[in-house]
């Protein structure tokens, strides 16, 4: 029997093994919201249809299971039915930061090895020289508008129909994060993992119901938005408002308006949104949120706080990244735990290590360490190297030092120096450099994260000038415009400061470190 035929029977369980849980949830209430967005609204049934339609357009130009797809797109319907189709089509699914250059969105269309590519013409320019960078592409879709070399999406959907899948396989997601040098790394499991302790806690916190609703305030091509903020409440049955750019007042607009239930956001949103006029924020009812769900980033003790004053005992935190995790702490325990990211969940092992890998009693700071699952540990794809460097035996680091206490809370201190996290967004210094570089009067050069009350942190350049170039304010004014016009918004320096000579290891690595803790001596940012 086919899950066409037998939809309303199958349990939602049974749907899911198979990537249909969206067509499960679609036959019990079809005109059930799914997707709210400025580009258009889809229920249930509509967005499941879809899905199917953009299988069979797949398949058409010769996608088979274990296929990869790349897709950079804005927050929008299309978006949502890309994904919805490659987890019922066992395509491997791969999500692009369309902030990147258009050869660095290339370099990942290329090195996930995808056979199809749907792309928001907003970016049609980056996509064309993506597209270009890969031979491997059969199937390349233009969502929203014309793309050169590119099908209408719309159209190849047309000539489709939506009826159920008899034949669908599970699929699955390579997300891409960067390193603190060279390319962006897609991460990749052979094998599924086990579920998640971290998605067992927030069900049990979410405790979605009917009529509930929640907000995507995040960019879906982030690990987080996607997972967190979409797949989990859609998957549940709970439809999403998407936001297409995040703003602190249509925040509240958008939750007042549509009775928001569960949403998640970084901390910058929160500060954001408590630094409104008071006139402002009494204009809208927040009262329907039960659920506000925060990471990415530690969160200042003072964020957290008027958070929870505002909206109520409905904050939760988590921390955890694309390679895995699972620590928790919700809005009871906080108080008594100010400034912790909370406990690590049944079944998760975290240790604090010193520099020789050596586990470090209760209260010592070292480096944060998780230990892999026995079964579905990640790789970095087509990187034996990189991921034999991310694993120190059965363990592995995100690069945060901290300390755990004697009740078992983990609090984080700092960061490794190579990672910059301003607003809740990943900055890898070494790609900042490499650009600035490029610039005749810089000799050297280090970009670190200095303290930022609204951001947590904010890129600061460090340069070494070459001799005969001046270190004062227009040459300052130079570096920055230079680096404004060769870096993405949200990787351009801030400031720059001026030194004789940069530190640097005998084998030439900048102590990027030394430099940073010259900015953070006496700051309590975490």
């Known amino acids: 029997m086919s899950i066409a035929e037998s939809a309303k029977d199958w349990t939602r369980e049974e749907a899911a093994a ?3 849980v969206l067509a499960w949830h679609a036959a019990q209430a079809p005109d059930r919201p799914a997707v709210i967005s400025e580009a258009g609204n889809r229920s249930y049934a509509e967005l499941n249809a879809n899905a199917n339609r953009l299988v069979r357009a797949l398949r058409r130009q010769g996608l088979k299971a274990g296929d990869a797809v790349a897709l950079m797109c804005s927050n929008r319907p299309e978006f949502v039915e890309t994904i919805a189709a490659c987890q019922r089509g066992g395509f491997r699914m791969t999500p692009i930061n369309w902030h990147l250059k258009g050869s660095e ?3 990942i269309v290329d090195n996930c090895e995808a056979k199809a590519f749907v792309a928001d013409a907003r970016f049609r320019a980056s996509a064309v020289e993506a597209a270009s960078m890969s031979s491997a592409l059969v199937a390349k879709l233009a969502v929203g508008g014309a793309i ?4 209408s999406y719309d159209d190849a959907l047309a000539a489709e129909e939506g009826s159920d899948l008899a034949d669908p396989v599970l699929g699955s997601q390579m997300m891409y994060t960067s390193g603190t040098t060279g390319h962006p790394k897609g991460v990749y499991r052979k094998q599924a993992a086990p579920v998640s302790p971290l998605l067992m806690k927030l069900t049990e916190t979410a405790a979605f119901r009917a009529g509930d609703i929640a907000l995507v305030t995040g960019p879906l091509y982030h690990a987080a938005p996607l997972a967190l903020n979409l797949s989990f409440p859609l998957n549940a049955g709970v439809g999403c408002v998407l936001m297409d750019k995040w703003d602190a007042e249509e925040t509240l607009r958008l939750i007042a308006g549509h009775r928001i239930t569960h949403t998640h956001v970084v901390p910058t949103m929160l500060h954001r949104m408590l630094q409104l006029p008071e006139e402002t924020k009494a204009k809208y009812d927040t009262s329907s949120l039960r659920w506000i769900l925060h990471g990415a980033a530690p969160c200042p003790v003072h964020v957290k706080e008027g958070a929870i004053g505002w909206f109520g005992p409905v904050v939760f935190e988590y921390y955890a990244a694309t390679e895995g ?3 928790f702490i919700d809005s009871h325990e906080f108080p008594k735990k100010k400034g912790s990211v909370g406990k690590p969940l049944p079944g998760v092992v975290v240790e604090i290590h010193d520099e020789d890998g050596k586990p470090l009693p209760a209260n010592a700071v070292g480096t944060v360490y998780f230990k892999a699952p026995e079964q579905g540990r990640f790789e970095y794809f087509k990187a034996p190297e990189k991921t034999e460097g991310a694993y120190r035996g059965d363990f592995y680091t995100m690069g945060d030092m901290g300390y755990i206490d004697e009740d078992g809370f983990l609090f984080l201190t700092g960061r490794s120096a190579e990672v910059i996290i301003s607003g809740g967004v990943n900055i890898y210094p070494a790609e900042i450099d ?5 610039h005749p009067a810089v000799a050297d050069a280090a970009a670190v994260g200095v303290p930022n009350d609204e951001w947590g942190e904010e890129v600061k350049l460090v340069v070494e000038l070459n001799e ?3 270190p004062d304010d227009e040459m300052a004014k130079e570096l ?8 993405p918004g949200y990787q351009r320096p801030r400031s720059v400061d001026f030194v004789k000579e940069l530190p640097r290891m005998p084998s030439g690595k900048v102590l990027r470190r030394n430099i940073r803790d010259a900015y953070w001596q006496g700051e309590k940012k975490i």
């Open 480 to 487: 920055l415009a230079f680096a404004a016009e060769n870096l």
């Open 105 to 107: 969105v290339g370099y």
């Open 468 to 470: 005969g170039y001046r």
């Open 325 to 327: 995790g699972g620590i």
């Open 148 to 151: 050169d070399g590119f099908v």
């Open 434 to 438: 490499q650009e600035v570089l490029k």
């Open 18 to 20: 198979s990537g249909m």
